[in-house]
């Protein structure tokens, strides 16, 4: 219970550095749930298998952190807001996908993962066929719940479609990245841009269009979060236990699978991971909400860098040792 949390008690310190009212109405978290509240309703019904939409539920209200939804509303915030219809729906589209994501990586033919956010995941609670269907549901229901958003803006339908369709598709998406695990040979940095990169550039994209900005200036900040975000995941796989990320750990160990650490190093895959939250502040994109956003940035590195390196038997280094009581916190997040 101590990383949830910490997890939660970190999210809501970066929201107050946005200057977001922390009231039940207002807060990030409570948008996002009451969205995606509205989402399973719009995508399921009274006709609905009671199994299946048991299951829906089940994968989507599991506890994560929504840091992918948090980031759109911190984009659409940058970029001058936004309709709250077509921000909300951006939001919950790009967290239902990652969720899907969630329940198919879990499966028996990918990781064969047991637990999940700390409880069993999808296929062992619900069984692998109804697993996929979770997973083939939240998908569909991630692209509903956007043309339902955007009924009074029909302009901003077809980008934000084609953003949300570019991070989970075949081409450079979450698909392309999960493939990429059954390849003989493969570029780190490619595998890490598609699986994990990819739907976090699809954020700040769909964030950026919400808000009437430019994607295109947002993108390259959304795939250093991404690849930040593998990275430490990766190093949490190392380090973490099941009990503080909720999650089998050793997974890339026992899969044979690309890992950060095992290309890098522990000390490469830490440098790498202190350049690439360097870098985020250097590309945001310019705005009246610049200085907010970047102390939006600051908030998120400093508090996640995953520090507790004496849990690996290293000596600590102070530039990577800022926040010591938060070392699996980042990589925890990477699944949030």
Same mark, same amino acid.
């Given at each position: 219970m101590g990383i949830v949390h910490c997890l939660r008690e970190t999210l809501q310190s970066i929201d107050r550095l946005q200057g977001v009212p922390q009231t039940p109405a207002v807060s990030p %978290?409570?948008?996002?749930? #009451?969205?995606?509240? #509205?989402?399973?309703?719009?995508?399921?019904?009274?006709?609905?298998? &009671?199994?299946?939409?048991?299951?829906?539920?089940?994968?989507? *209200?599991?506890?994560?952190?929504?840091? #992918?939804?948090?980031?759109? *509303?911190?984009?659409?915030? =940058?970029?001058?807001?936004? &309709?709250s219809a077509v921000v909300d729906a951006a939001a919950a589209a790009v967290e239902l996908l990652h969720? =899907?994501?969630?329940?198919?990586?879990?499966?028996?033919? *990918?990781?064969n993962a047991s637990m999940r956010r700390g409880r069993p995941s999808v296929h062992h609670a619900y069984g692998t066929e109804i697993a996929v269907l979770v997973g083939d549901g939240l998908i569909v229901s991630a692209f509903e719940v956007l043309a339902e958003g955007c009924r009074k803006e029909p302009a901003m339908l077809a980008p934000l479609v084609s953003a949300v369709a570019h991070g989970v598709g075949a081409a450079r998406g979450i698909v392309a990245g999960q493939a990429w695990e059954s390849e003989p040979m493969l570029d780190l940095h490619a595998y890490h841009r598609a699986k994990t990169g990819a739907l976090f550039e699809a954020a700040v994209r769909v964030g950026a269009i919400a808000g009437s900005g430019e994607p295109e200036a947002w993108a390259p900040l959304g795939r250093l979060i991404g690849e930040a975000y593998q990275?430490?995941?990766?190093?949490?796989?190392?380090?973490?236990?099941?009990?503080?990320?909720? %999650?089998?750990?050793?997974?890339?160990? #026992?899969?044979?699978?690309?890992?950060?650490?095992?290309?890098?190093?522990?000390?490469? =895959?830490?440098?790498?991971?202190?350049?690439l939250f360097r870098q985020m502040r250097d590309v945001a994109p310019g705005s009246s909400e610049r200085e907010v956003f970047l102390r939006w940035v600051d908030g998120l590195c400093t508090r996640l860098l995953p520090a507790r390196r004496s849990e690996l038997n290293h000596e600590p280094n102070r530039e990577l040792n800022r926040e010591p009581t938060v070392a699996p916190l980042f990589g925890a997040l990477a699944t949030a």
């Open positions: %978290k409570d948008r996002v749930e #009451r969205t995606l509240e #509205r989402a399973l309703k719009l995508s399921t019904s009274p006709d609905t298998a &009671p199994r299946l939409a048991e299951a829906l539920r089940y994968a989507v *209200f599991s506890g994560g952190g929504r840091a #992918r939804p948090r980031l759109v *509303f911190a984009v659409a915030r =940058a970029c001058g807001g936004g &309709p969720c =899907a994501s969630l329940v198919h990586d879990d499966l028996p033919c *990918f990781d990275i430490a995941d990766d190093i949490a796989d190392v380090s973490g236990t099941m009990t503080s990320l909720g %999650k089998p750990v050793g997974q890339d160990v #026992r899969l044979d699978r690309p890992n950060a650490v095992k290309s890098l190093g522990i000390e490469g =895959a830490h440098a790498r991971l202190t350049r």
